[in-house]
């Protein structure tokens, strides 16, 4: 079984032009996959491993691996597929020189881990030649086969959470599934308890003793692999890094670098605080999430950081798919009183969000923290089944598996 995801409807519009598209984001979130997707969707395509022995002989042998492709295929234009080109020497002048033969007849998908995203910045060879896209891990809505404008903004957050809690639709066994199972693909769709397991263990393995040792100075591998060990259990807090610093027997400056590190590689993700121009909210410390969910701690954090990489998800493909730009922030005042999540809309608060387990009712400190942000709405996502609550037109109680439909 193979899902649809959303960012198939976005990535490849033909009115994005002759960019090449860039798609990266966690190991094994799907980034080849959708990349073969459109290759057979556009009738076949031309695809590129360049781990692979045989086309990086080609490579060095001088011939031109695209002409030589197009001329033996009979065809005039096609899609191309490039993945993990970025572990190539000089790779961003390989891409140049195709991307700059070829944009005529060829539009270029270039795919890769996290690497691709760090290395991107390093110069300015390939400015103005591509567009860049996140992949998230699966959100419920591509789970459960849910048409990609289902999850779009709407006109305003009011509506948006109008338009949920009317939906018919609540798809209760795929949720269940990705909290047990993650959002990762492969592991979600097997659904199985031991695979699960040893694919998390082999994923980790992965990025600490590959990515981390590629890409960073980090001698002790060891220490980052202890901090992994501490995450779960803050999960949900603002990350104090000095507590790190202390737990790891580390510098200050070392343990913000295994974390800002952990982020790169696509382990973790930020949600910074919101404070613009409110003196009463707090600036510095961030929260800090999984991108696997399973990895968190016990069932409120696990269920907080879903919600968590779900709005991270929506948020990545509204920017990618809108005009307008959206940011996941949450917001603490100084009191220490906190709504879990804010995304705003062109820098201005937008909708405020709480996770909970079971279903309460709406803390008075959400109450204050909409008013101070403008009167925006609020709804709080439940695990519990069958919830949906109003307050006063614009405080919202909706079960999770009906908010992400």
Known sequence: MTIKRHLNHI????????????????????????AKQQLAHAGGGLY??????????????????????????????????FDEIHKM??????????????????????????????????????????FLFNLNPLTLSEASGAPFSAMLPGTDALAHLETAAARSVSPKAEL??????????????????????????????????QDLRDLTRIQQLESVKRLLLLMPSKIGSPLSINSLREDLEVNYLTARNYIDHLCKTCVLFKVPPYSQKISSLVKKEQKVYFYDWTLAGDEGAKFENYTAAELKARVDLWNDSQDDRYALHFVRSRDGLETDFLITKNGAPWLLCEAKVSAQGVASHHHRHSAMLGGIPFVQVVLKEDILKVEGGKFFTISASKLFA
């Not at 990535?11 to 959708?34: C, D, H, N, S, V």
């Not at 022995?53 to 042998?61: C, F, G, L, N, T």
């Open 11 to 34: 990535a490849f519009a033909e009115k994005l032009g002759r960019q090449m598209r860039f798609i990266t984001g966690p190991r094994q979130a799907g980034k080849t996959t959708i």
């Open 48 to 81: 590129y491993n360049w781990d692979n022995k045989e086309v990086r002989a080609r490579y060095r042998e001088g011939g031109d691996l695209i002409a030589a492709d197009l001329l033996k295929s009979g065809r005039r234009a096609t899609w191309a597929c």
């Open 89 to 130: 020497p000089r790779w961003k002048n390989i891409l140049k020189d195709y991307f700059d033969a070829h944009e005529g007849k060829v539009k270029f998908i270039v795919t890769g881990s996290a690497r691709l995203d760090m290395f991107r910045s390093a110069g300015d060879s390939l400015s103005g030649r591509y």
């Open 176 to 209: 269940a599934g990705l909290l047990k199972f993650g959002g990762f693909p492969e592991p979600f769709l097997k659904a199985s308890g031991i695979f699960h397991k040893k694919w998390t263990e082999t994923y980790l393995e992965q990025v600490v003793d």
